[in-house]
């Protein structure tokens, strides 16, 4: 494969992002092929596994979309193409395509995830008319709490927060996991398309911090971490506001990432966002007792992640 060629593609597609991208590719997912289209003029990765001799595709972790990318006109046509095109080998599919990547949920069963955007373009008071009384209430509660928002802290103390608190509650992140976050951020960094911003309290305790990746015209809020303190103080919403409120005016769009749980989903949408989907598509061509192993692997799987945490 030339990833030259490969990175230009997503660099000129009309949707191509962060994820995309060759060397990010080949950190969340060294094995990855691609179904190409003509000298690279659409591109389709795929993020293989192999299980019990079994191929198949799945979601990398911190890859919110991949799917088709292409620099010329996108119909459900070529997508529907460029699905059916996917080797016969890979005997379970179980990935994310991208927004513009448009599908009948007749001519091809696929479930809508969601995701939240806020176009920046407009001044700050326009933006900041749109948020909601809760919001609002906030944010107020943060600038008596006296929290102060900084640049370019280390990576390390946001996700070490997120570790001790909601990253105990959960079963499917285990050392391996946190090791690959921590070396996509330093990457991004070093590109010089990441900053990472925490929230301090009046003690200069960090309760708060985010890490935002820069992809075309967006800002992707692409992980975020608090503590106790950062939910009495209202912290969250104050790093959010504070870039929003930097960024007012600008040809960029804060995407969200997501998301699909409905207390996340209200707290974004409490910025004015937009809601937007995405097609998660599934496939499984196994025969049903091997299936159901498959399945069970992946279970026992999360299992051991939670006993690694």
């Known amino acids: 494969m030339d990833f030259t060629k490969w990175d230009h593609c997503i660099d000129k597609s009309f949707n191509g992002m962060v994820y995309a991208n060759s060397w990010y590719l080949n950190m969340v997912n060294e094995n990855w092929e691609a179904l190409v289209e003509n000298d690279y003029e659409r591109v389709f990765p795929l993020t293989t596994g192999r299980k019990f001799g079994i191929d198949y595709l799945f979601q990398p972790r911190f890859t919110q979309q991949l799917g088709i990318f292409s620099q010329t006109l996108l119909t459900e046509e070529v997508v529907i193409n460029f699905l059916d095109s996917i080797p016969s080998n890979f005997k379970y599919i179980d990935i994310s395509l991208n927004t513009l990547n448009k599908l009948n949920k007749i001519t091809r069963p696929t479930a809508l995830w969601k995701n939240h955007e806020l176009d920046l373009i407009a001044t700050y008071q326009e933006i900041s008319s749109n948020y909601s009384t809760n919001l609002k209430r906030n944010l107020k509660k943060a600038v008596n709490s006296k929290i102060s928002i900084l640049k370019n802290i280390k990576p390390d103390e946001v996700i070490n927060i997120f570790r001790q608190n909601k990253g105990k509650l959960l079963d499917n992140l285990n050392d391996n996991d946190y090791h690959l976050l921590h070396h996509l951020i330093y990457l991004m960094i070093h590109k010089g398309i990441a900053e990472v911003v925490g929230a301090f309290n009046d003690k200069n305790e960090l309760c708060a911090g985010a890490f935002f990746v820069y992809s075309k015209n967006k800002a992707i809020f692409y992980f975020s971490a608090t503590n106790l303190l950062a939910k009495e103080t209202g912290a969250m919403p104050l790093l959010i506001d504070t870039f ?21 989903a209200r707290f974004y949408k409490s910025f004015g966002t937009k809601e937007l989907y995405y097609p998660h598509y599934q496939k499984n061509s196994l025969n049903p007792v091997v299936s159901i192993g498959f399945y069970l692997s992946r279970k026992l799987k999360k299992t051991k992640n939670l006993l690694n945490l």
Do not use: M, V, W
């Open 244 to 264: 929003i409120r930097e960024n007012a005016g600008k040809h960029l769009t804060l995407d969200f990432e997501g998301s699909n749980d409905h207390n996340l």
